[in-house]
């Protein structure tokens, strides 16, 4: 073969090589803006806007905790603020033209703000969230009273019932007299205990009754003879300052906790379901309100042991979970 045939080869093979090159840099090419695409449509199911919750200060600490890690685990382009200004105040955002989107409630929600509820063209949807167990919670020096029955425990903060000094109840008890707290009309904690428990009857005039449960846990801490009563989640995270008050309901001594605490369970008399409200609407029209109630009843029972709470059966859970999904 002469050298002006061998040049020709080379010259051919030169060419194939190039177009077999550029011919692979344009499906990487093709490749490389694809996936601009596929980042598009995960950023697409990110979320933005705000969720506003108020309302009881006993299912606060399960909501907040709920929030924060709503906001940092799976949208934190979502701003969930959570505040606890008692279960009246609550349901008055609540119930009221661009109102919160939920309320917690340590009671169910009543006839008279149904009726508000339906003037203003708002659905409302109940979600049991938690239960939670009434508290009697005292000095951690009080060595004497540490074990109550349930009937002597009603009977300090009535009226008539009698029992106004330690040793009214127990002959070998102090003769001091027994200083009794309460959380007071504005949270739903106060109506369980007056209106379940009290059955309506007048309470002692020396029942001092707080807006704040923080200051009630110091009331105990300062007051060696002092009796308080509220959700069993501020005792669980007050343990270094409080003790709480075993309750005899006619079989003995029940303490109260995470085991005991059960609608059906030793601790029953004092156990009552807690809940948030549903703005239904506001879930409909605004998808990051939608997707935390969503998330609230998918992950509360993870999170309710923490905060002071027993859990909801999950058979509860799922009934209010297809109700959610029937709003997509």
């Not at 239960?131 to 009226?159: R, S, Y």
Request: charged share 25%; glycine share 8%.
């Amino acid at each position: 073969m002469n050298n002006k045939g061998s040049l020709n080869i080379i010259l051919i093979g030169l060419v194939a090589f190039i177009l077999a090159a550029c011919g692979s840099n344009s499906n990487v090419a093709e490749e490389t803006t694809a996936a601009p695409d596929t980042n598009e449509e995960d950023h697409a199911t990110k979320l933005e806007g705000k969720v506003e919750i108020d309302g009881s200060g006993t299912v606060y600490p399960l909501m907040d905790k709920l929030a924060t890690e709503y906001m940092i685990n799976e949208q934190e382009n979502v701003t969930v603020e959570v505040s606890r200004a008692g279960r009246s105040a609550g349901f008055e955002r609540f119930l009221s033209e661009n109102g919160t989107d939920f309320n917690d409630a340590s009671r169910e929600i009543k006839a008279e703000e149904v009726t508000k509820a339906e003037e203003l063209g708002i659905e409302v949807k109940e979600l049991k969230v938690a239960l939670d167990g009434l508290t009697f919670v005292i000095h951690p020096d009080n060595d004497w009273a540490t074990e109550m029955t349930a009937e002597d425990l009603k009977n300090i903060f009535l009226a008539d019932g009698g029992m106004t000094s330690w040793s009214d109840i127990d002959s070998e008890w102090p003769a001091e007299e027994i200083q009794a707290y309460g959380p007071n009309e504005n949270h739903g904690t106060y109506e369980f205990f007056y209106e379940e428990l009290l059955e309506q009857e007048q309470l002692a005039e020396t029942v001092i009754l707080e807006q704040e449960y923080p200051t009630l846990v110091q009331q105990i801490a300062d007051d060696v003879n002092g009796i308080a009563f509220f959700g069993f989640g501020y005792y669980v995270n007050n343990q270094d300052t409080l003790q709480a008050v075993h309750v005899d309901f006619g079989s003995g001594p029940v303490e109260p906790s995470l085991e005991t605490i059960a609608e059906d369970g030793d601790y029953a008399d004092f156990t009552r379901p807690v809940f948030t409200y549903l703005n239904v609407n506001r879930a409909k029209e605004q998808p990051q309100v939608l997707d935390f109630a969503n998330y609230v009843l998918n992950r509360m029972n993870d999170f309710a042991g923490e905060t002071g709470f027993a859990p909801i059966p999950e058979e509860e859970v799922n009934d209010n979970l297809e109700f959610l999904e029937g709003l997509h």
